[in-house]
């Protein structure tokens, strides 16, 4: 199966540190990319191949895998950090690309 | 600095055939495949099928094949996702992206600012 898996809503205090997770079998075989999306925005990727922070990503965002299941960590959330975060990863043809539904992640 | 730029929103009718742009800029245009996702009212994203510009190979989701048509102009660095018909189900935010692919790795950036087609 190529699909994607996350809880709907996570919160997070001001300062403290929150983890959103993303589960399919495809992670066995295919790195996990995440996304974060403000509303009315366009998405930005935020970590790429499972653990890479693009440039001018702040270092509280930080990624991991493991077995069929990746995740995103926020270590000391900001309020600016409030959005909705998706996983994507390829399909099971290595050719097309499957979405999480995403994580509504609020700061308290 | 790479960017997509899209057209603007659109209102349209049942049955009416519409075609939507993204451009790229900053960038190679033909290099790199151009997907375009369709992400419905508090739904998530679903891919809609990848171009790749220079040499117009395209691949669709299943769920899309036959019902919209991507094309690609890369002398003016645009692709298109386009409709015959519209029904009320293809109201969504189409955004279109950028695939990267690095060392194994493939990841979409970056993306457009998005295109709200509303059918009704």
């Known amino acids: 199966s190529s699909e994607l898996t996350q809880d709907p809503a996570v919160s997070v205090a001001l300062g403290q540190t929150v983890r959103i997770t993303c589960q399919g079998d495809?992670?066995?075989?295919?790195?996990a990319n995440w996304y974060q999306q403000r509303p009315g925005q366009a998405p930005i990727v935020v970590i790429f191949g499972s653990n890479n922070r693009p440039s001018g990503i702040p270092d509280r965002f930080s990624g991991s895998s493991s077995g069929n299941t990746a995740s995103l960590t926020i270590t000391g959330a900001l309020a600016e950090d409030e959005a909705d975060y998706f996983c994507h990863s390829r399909d099971s043809s290595g050719d097309l690309y499957v979405f999480g539904d995403g994580t509504t992640v609020t700061v308290l | 600095e790479v960017q997509l730029a899209q057209s603007g929103a659109e209102v349209k009718k049942p049955g009416e055939s519409l075609k939507i742009s993204c451009q790229g800029s900053?960038?190679?245009?033909?290099?790199?495949?151009i997907a375009w996702v369709r992400q419905k009212s508090g739904k998530g994203r679903e891919l809609m099928g990848i171009i790749f510009p220079a040499d117009s190979d395209i691949k669709y989701s299943p769920s899309f094949e036959g019902q919209v048509t991507i094309s690609v102009d890369k002398s003016i660095s645009t692709a298109y996702l386009q409709w015959s018909s519209l029904n009320a189900s293809d109201t969504a935010i189409y955004y279109c992206a950028r695939l990267l692919m690095v060392r194994g790795n493939r990841w979409f950036d970056p993306w457009g600012p998005g295109t709200p087609v509303i059918v009704s």
């Open positions: 900053g960038y190679r245009f033909s290099s790199n495949w």
């Open positions: 495809i992670l066995r075989t295919y790195s």
